[in-house]
T-cell receptor
Framework: GAGVSQSPSNKVTEKGKDVELRCDPISGHTALYWYRQSLGQGLEFLIYFQGNSAPDKSGLPSDRFSAERTGGSVSTLTIQRTQQEDSAVYLC????????????FGQGTRLTVV | QKEVEQNSGPLSVPEGAIASLNCTYSDRVSQSFFWYRQYSGKSPELIMSIYSNGDKEDGRFTAQLNKASQYVSLLIRDSQPSDSATYLCAVNNGNDYKLSFGAGTTVTVRA
């Protein structure tokens, strides 16, 4: 596709359920990032992939969060046993280099935990 | 103390006026500074970057950096209604892939 694609665009889930968020980066972009934006907050770094490996996953808030990237392309962010504080917009971005400032964002997945 | 702090606003300015946005950061070793614009319901987009003390101009936007005071600002000259958005200040502390963001300042330009 022409841009970074995220799915679903909106997700409402019950507390305690698991969710999977998908990111399809721009073809050929080696770097992929996950950030999240809670209501009224700036972006919060979650994890960074270079190819299939994650050199920095320090931003994942707890062990309920995990992410993987396969084939140097699609990435999935999984949140287990969701909590209300997980409600946020989850943004994925990809970059042709490792520099975030060259990254293009997807439109985000709005996650609401009820 | 948050790493990056901004006044949340809202900042309301009349069309044609100058909008002035401020940002302070806590880490003295910060190297690079960025301003992103985020329209309501949309993803952020990078509009300015600044790396050295002083002013940097790009069209109607001017970024100002003062590392001694740990302060970076964004001026929007001749504000237009299309400038109405939330402006996020971001700081790079040495890793190209990870920025620290402020919570953003919401700007409303009144026609």
């Amino acid at each position: 596709g022409a841009g970074v694609s995220q799915s679903p665009s909106n997700k409402v889930t019950e507390k305690g359920k698991d969710v999977e968020l998908r990111c399809d980066p721009i073809s050929g972009h080696t770097a992929l990032y996950w950030y999240r934006q809670s209501l009224g907050q700036g972006l919060e770094f979650l994890i960074y992939f270079q190819g299939n490996s994650a050199p920095d996953k320090s931003g994942l808030p707890s062990d309920r969060f995990s992410a993987e990237r396969t084939g140097g392309s699609v990435s999935t962010l999984t949140i287990q046993r969701t909590q209300q504080e997980d409600s946020a917009v989850y943004l994925c971005a990809s970059s042709p280099t490792g520099s975030f400032t060259e990254a293009f964002f997807g439109q985000g997945t709005r996650l609401t935990v009820v | 103390q948050k790493e990056v702090e901004q006044n949340s606003g809202p900042l309301s300015v009349p069309e044609g006026a100058i909008a002035s946005l401020n940002c302070t950061y806590s880490d003295r070793v910060s190297q690079s500074f960025f301003w992103y614009r985020q329209y309501s319901g949309k993803s952020p987009e990078l509009i300015m970057s600044i790396y050295s003390n002083g002013d940097k101009e790009d069209g109607r936007f001017t970024a100002q950096l003062n590392k001694a005071s740990q302060y970076v600002s964004l001026l929007i000259r001749d504000s237009q209604p299309s400038d109405s958005a939330t402006y996020l200040c971001a700081v790079n502390n040495g890793n190209d892939y990870k920025l620290s963001f402020g919570a953003g300042t919401t700007v409303t330009v009144r026609a």
